[in-house]
C-alpha cells in the first residue's frame, strides 16, 4: 500500500467512527508505526482535510447542522426583530413560508445569517418591490432554522415565546414541527 492509498484509508476509518480513533489503532490497523500515522496526519491537513486531535485520538470534523421550523406571528415593525433575534443566536434563517389554504405552500429561500443579511433583505422588501409572505396568512408564517446545536434552536424557541412570536399550529395544518417541545 503506498502512502495515498494509506491515507484514503485514514480517512475511511476516520469518516466511518463514531469515536476518536488514536494514531496507535491507525498504526496497527494499517500495520505501520505511529510516526507514519502522524506524518499521514499531517499530509491530509495540508490537503485541507479537517482533522481534529483529541486526547483520545483524530475524528474528521463534521459539520452538523440542526434545523428546526418556527410557526411564528408578528407585524410589520417586529420583523427585524425577530430576524435578528435568529442571527443574535448565532442561526441561520433558510427560509419563508406559509401555508395557504388554496395555493398550499408557498416558500421563498432567505440565507439569512447575519444583521447586515437583515438589512439588506429589509431594504430590499421597504423597496415595494415585494411584500412579505406573512401578508398572505394574517401575518402567520413559518421559518426554517438552522444551527449549530440543538441547544441553540431551544434557545430560540424560548425567546420566540417569551416575546410572543410563537404561534400556535392549527387544525388544518399536517404537521407538528416543534415535536411537542
Known amino acids: 500500500m503506498n502512502g495515498h492509498e494509506r491515507r484514503e484509508q485514514i480517512l475511511k476509518v476516520l469518516r466511518d467512527s463514531d469515536t476518536p480513533v488514536s494514531g496507535t489503532e491507525l498504526a496497527q490497523i494499517l500495520n505501520v ?12 491537513r495540508a490537503n485541507k482535510i479537517d482533522l481534529i486531535s483529541t486526547n483520545r485520538g483524530y475524528i474528521i470534523k463534521k459539520d452538523k447542522l440542526y434545523t428546526r421550523v418556527f410557526k411564528v406571528i408578528h407585524d410589520d415593525t417586529q420583523v427585524e426583530e425577530e430576524l435578528n433575534l435568529f442571527v443574535d443566536f448565532g442561526a441561520k434563517v433558510e427560509d419563508v413560508f406559509v401555508y395557504h389554504r388554496v395555493y398550499d405552500i408557498v416558500k421563498a429561500d432567505m440565507n439569512i445569517k447575519s444583521r447586515a443579511d437583515v438589512k439588506k433583505y429589509l431594504e430590499g422588501i421597504s423597496s415595494g418591490k415585494s411584500t412579505q409572505l406573512m401578508k398572505l396568512t394574517s401575518n402567520y408564517h413559518y421559518h426554517t432554522i438552522s444551527a449549530d446545536s440543538e441547544e441553540i434552536l ?26 411537542n417541545k
Open 154 to 179: 431551544d434557545n430560540i424557541q424560548e425567546e420566540l415565546r417569551k416575546r410572543g412570536f410563537l404561534a400556535k399550529l392549527q387544525d388544518y395544518e399536517p404537521v407538528n414541527f416543534w415535536d
Open 33 to 44: 508505526s505511529r510516526q507514519v500515522i502522524v506524518q499521514d496526519i499531517a499530509l491530509l
